[in-house]
């Protein structure tokens, strides 16, 4: 009897989710079997996109054809990610590993610096425009909203933000007895912003269990379906 490409996905599909539950008696060799699978893809994955969109296309290609030589400020470009590339390579060995530091520390310069970019513009200053504009007292009369009502949640995001901010404020000063404390008006502020940031974080894990939740139960439909699958193929 030939196997559908349906029926055999489902067959997979439901021995990767039987071993990786298989946790839940303990740490066996089938579960560390499903994990590496599952690390061979990915990086399996994530090579072929690297040279597939990126390598082949704007490197590799374009030196195969010629092109880049009629190009001279083209050729000038792919210099440097060509001699970079190459001393990346050498971090395979030991003796000429040394050669790979300068492009690996520039890779990890530049993603410093994307990510520390994205945090400031993308959360810090969206932040404090929300901050600002919740207390616009115009904009919630137009829109209709309660002006009390949008105080109170404004000053408490508000109070939320700058105890959020005091938490992660490490300044102290030494006193004349040795003793190093804070300001009582930081330390209550940090009080303030532990409550918050532990509502935050259960938030968060409760998002977390829920999408696991989630997942446990598509799981378990998949392998409902499977079953029906087993028995309409009998």
Do not use: C
């Not at 993603?111 to 115009?138: H, K, M, R, W």
């Not at 309660?146 to 404004?154: A, G, I, K």
């Amino acid at each position: 009897m030939a196997i559908s490409s349906e029926l055999l996905s489902a067959i997979i599909s439901f021995l990767m989710t039987i071993f990786i539950l298989s946790y839940l008696i303990r740490d066996n060799p089938l579960f560390r079997a499903a994990i590496y699978v599952f690390v061979g893809i990915s990086a399996g994955y994530v090579a072929a996109v690297a040279w597939r969109q990126v390598l082949f296309p704007l490197l590799i290609e374009p030196i195969w054809t010629g092109a880049v030589f009629s190009n001279p400020a083209q050729a000038i470009l792919l210099f440097f990610p060509l001699i970079g590339s190459a001393f990346l390579l050498t971090k395979v060995s030991p003796r000429l590993g040394g050669l790979g530091h300068l492009p690996m520390a520039y890779l990890v310069g530049i993603g410093a610096g994307v990510t520390i970019g994205g945090a400031v513009l993308g959360t810090l200053i969206p932040q404090i425009n929300s901050t600002f504009e919740a207390f616009d007292l115009e904009l919630a009369a137009a829109s209709g909203r309660n002006l009390l009502l949008t105080t109170v949640n404004s000053s408490i995001m508000l109070l939320g933000v700058i105890g959020t901010l005091a938490y992660f404020h490490f300044g102290a000063r030494l006193h004349s007895d040795g003793s190093v404390r804070r300001n009582v008006f930081i330390n209550i502020l940090t009080w303030v912003g532990r409550i918050y940031i532990a509502i935050t974080f259960g938030v968060l894990f409760a998002g977390v269990y829920s999408a696991a939740l989630t997942a446990l139960i598509e799981r378990i439909d998949s392998m409902r379906i499977f079953f029906n699958q087993i028995t309409l193929s009998l």
